[in-house]
């Protein structure tokens, strides 16, 4: 990601909202010129990197320019002396030659370089092509070695990583972030979780409303929560069918401003998108189903069901043309204490329809369920789902 001073964006209402920055299709040659310098520079010192790196893309506003050195820096991968070995080595420099500073002669620091790094200025340079402070300070930054770049990273990976961190910086200083989700619910809580957000749920017609507040609201403001935001956000963008508004505090005094963004903004990101479905069996049944079929409408992960203190999302929802909801969960087979966990939570789940679909093997251990028990070998069988779909509407 990258940092506050980095983000550009836009007013889209002065006062009112706002746009974070995206790079048009004119910025994509240079951007491949800055490419071209990393693959080139294989073995050149980071400041030297970076300098070429600036150069090419010089044509591009100054703005995005540092913003686009730093992303390119993060793809790449650099070397440097580890350890304390590095401060070891100019300590013990400083200390021989203390009394004969300052050493302005090329050859005799040669010579005294070659003394104490011993592997790294050889009898095979030079002594007059030995440059010191590269030598002295590898462990710098600026002087840390280009070792790798990303095969097949191009122009257009590299405008997506900028497009996206631009957002991501966005919301470091979001106060409240809303999200309208009707799809991939079980991406979108688990990346919320692993995100460290909190969060409250609301069901609306279509899909659910997800507030995130958190410390921001009640406690005074730390940018800390404004990161969680951003690191969510490249999850967020995998998913599909969403809506995102947050409210953001530019500078301190300032009112909020809006800033939104849709799934149809198209923004990517490198986080594993949510796969089509979990298991073989949820891509037969949803294959045989179709869209609909008498009456009822598919939906894959499209609730979420309240287990006590958890939260379940099931694996499809099926509603019908006269408002019943079914939710359907598959629970396979993996180990003794996933099963346990999984008939746990599900034991929990009140005030829904819910069928779950077990091995026949189970079938007995999930009969206590407050659930209709669907026992299957294979797959899911449409003439025994489809009954137990109609039963639900004539309760």
């Known amino acids: 990601m990258l940092s506050k001073a980095h983000r550009v964006y836009h007013w889209v209402r002065p006062g009112r909202s706002i746009s974070s920055d995206r790079l048009e299709d004119a910025c994509l ?3 491949a010129r800055a490419l071209g310098v990393y693959r080139r520079m294989i073995g050149r010192s980071r400041g030297r990197v970076r300098d070429a790196a600036r150069a090419a893309l010089a044509a591009l506003r100054p703005d995005r320019v540092e913003a686009l050195v730093e992303l390119l820096d993060d793809v790449v991968t650099y070397e440097w002396p580890r350890g304390g070995r590095a401060g070891e080595r100019r300590l013990a420099v400083f200390e021989a030659e203390a009394d004969g500073h300052p050493v302005l002669e090329a050859d005799r620091a040669a010579a005294i370089l070659r003394r104490v790094f011993v592997s790294q200025a050889t009898a095979a ?15 710098y930054p600026e002087f840390h070695r280009l070792a790798a770049f990303p095969a097949g990273y191009g122009a257009e990976a590299l405008r997506a990583d900028y497009d996206l961190a631009q957002a991501q910086a966005v919301l470091y200083d979001a106060v409240r972030v809303t999200i309208e989700a ?36 009640v406690l005074r403001r730390t940018r800390a929560y404004g990161v969680d935001f951003a690191r969510f956000l490249a999850a967020l963008v995998q998913a599909r069918g969403w809506r995102m508004d947050a409210e953001v505090v530019l500078r301190r005094g300032w009112r909020p401003v809006t800033f939104a963004l849709t799934d149809a903004d198209g923004l990517r990101s490198r986080v594993p998108a949510p796969a089509l479905f979990d298991s073989k069996i ?8 179709g869209p609909s079929r008498d009456g009822w409408r598919l939906a894959r992960e499209a609730a979420v069901l309240q287990a006590g203190e958890a939260l379940v999302v099931p694996d499809f929802v099926f509603t019908h043309e006269d408002g019943t909801e079914v939710a359907l ?18 034991e929990q789940v ?24 669907l026992p299957f070998a294979s797959s899911i069988l449409l003439k ?10 004539r309760r």
């Open 29 to 31: 040659p240079h951007l």
């Open 125 to 139: 340079a030079p002594a007059a092509s030995v440059d010191p402070v590269p030598l002295l300070y590898a462990d």
């Open 182 to 217: 009707t799809g991939d619910l079980r991406h979108i809580v688990q990346y919320a979780r692993l995100s460290r957000l909190l969060y409250r749920i609301i069901r609306r017609r279509p899909g659910y409303q997800f507030t995130f507040d958190g410390p921001n609201s």
């Open 282 to 289: 949820e891509e037969t049944l949803a294959r045989k189903f």
């Open 329 to 346: 969960e598959i629970v396979g087979y993996w180990t003794p204490e996933y099963l346990a966990e999984k008939l746990a939570k599900l």
């Open 350 to 373: 009140r005030g829904t329809h819910l069928i779950v679909a077990v091995r026949k093997a189970l079938a007995l251990r999930a009969g206590h369920l407050p659930a209709d028990v």
């Open 384 to 393: 025994a789902l489809m009954p137990r779909l109609e039963a639900f509407r």
